[in-house]
C-alpha cells in the first residue's frame, strides 16, 4: 500500500520574544490480520481478514513567548484531532468466541497544554510547572458491537495532568551552592481500554517528590525523596486471560546522587 500524508505550519512573530503558530498534520498507524478472520455476526458483519490503517487529522494552535522582561517563559498550545477507522481489538461472542481487531470506531480529542519557568523576584527562587487538558469522546460507532459505545473516553485519557515545583537556591560559600526542590504532580481519573469487557478506570492520583542538594565546581550531590507520601496510586491497568491487573506507582525512594567532574 501506499499514500500521503500531509504537515504546514505557519508561525507569526509579533514581537521578538512572542511567536504564535498553526499546524495541520496527518498521521496513520500500520494495519493489523486477524486470526479469526472471515466470521460471521449480525447485520450481515463478517470479521475482516485485515484491518486497515487508522488515520487522525490534527489541527494545533500553538504560542512560544518570554514575557515580564524575560522572567516569565510561557509555552502552549490547543489541539482538536479527528481519528477515523480507530483499530480496536473486540471480544463479542454474538461475532465470535476470539478476540480479534477491526477499525470499529471514529473519535475526537480536544486539548489545551502548556508549561511555564517564572524567575520570581526572590533571588534564586524559581517556579516552573505543567498542564495539559483533555477531552475525548468515541463518536461513532463503525463496528456492530456492544463492546464499543458512542460517547466513552478514549484510553488512557485524563481529563487533566498538572506538576508544580519549586527550586530554591542559595550561596553556602567557598563555590558551593544549596539546593531544595518540592514538586506535587496530579492526574485525573481514566480508562484502561474503549471496549466494555476491559473498560477499568484508573483512580486519580497525587505524588510529592523532593529533592537536596548541594553543588561545587568539582561535584555536587543531591538527596532525593520520590512519593514522599508512600501513595500506592494506580498508574496503569490491563485485563488479560480473565485477570484485572493493575499497575501501581513505585513506594516511596529515598536515594542519594553523587557526581564528580575530572
Sequence with gaps: ADGTIYKATVQFTPEDDIMYYLTYSEGFRAGLLNRPGGASGPNNYKVPYAVDTDEVKNYEFGWKTLLLDGSLRLNGSMFFVEVDGLQTTIFDTSIVNLFF????????????????????????????????F?????????????DVVVGDELAFAPGYQGNLRVRYEWAMGDGYIGHVMPQVTVSDKSYSDIIQINRAEIDGWASFDLRVGVTGEEWSSELFIENVTDERAEISRDFVYDTNRVTYMRPMTIGLKVNRKF
Design 134 to 146: 483533555l477531552d475525548t469522546e468515541i463518536t461513532e460507532k463503525i463496528t456492530p458491537t456492544n
Design 101 to 132: 481487531s477491526d477499525n470499529a470506531a471514529n473519535a475526537e480529542i480536544k486539548g489545551l497544554e502548556a508549561d511555564f519557568v517564572y524567575l520570581t523576584g526572590i533571588d534564586g527562587l524559581t517556579v516552573a510547572g505543567a498542564a495539559s
